[in-house]
């Protein structure tokens, strides 16, 4: 089996590892080992397909013009409607 070292772990992340294997009582080996393989989908009976990204080559396509009416179009749905929130009893 190989080993890893990984680096630039800091006191925040050292922490909340600790904590969570703690919780999980596991050690933090073995919570990063299973957090390792849950993420790249090796986990029994995962699913192995991989991660799709189609609508990748979308991201940050739209020039600055077409921000600003996609902005104007939706305003709308920024505005609350305060008779929607009030409570039958106000």
């Known amino acids: 089996m190989a080993a890893i070292s990984v680096r630039g772990v ?7 590892l600790k904590d969570e294997a703690r919780r999980r009582g596991l050690s933090v080996n073995r919570l990063v080992l299973d957090l390792l393989r849950q993420e790249l989908g090796l986990s029994p009976g995962r699913d192995r397909r991989p991660k799709r990204h189609d609508l990748d080559h979308l991201a940050g ?3 600055d013009a077409e921000v600003a009416e996609f902005e104007r179009n939706t305003a709308e749905f920024e505005q609350i409607d305060e008779a929607l929130w009030r ?4």
């Open 10 to 16: 800091d006191d925040q992340l050292d922490a909340a």
């Open 61 to 63: 396509s739209w020039a």
């Open 87 to 90: 409570t039958s009893g106000s």
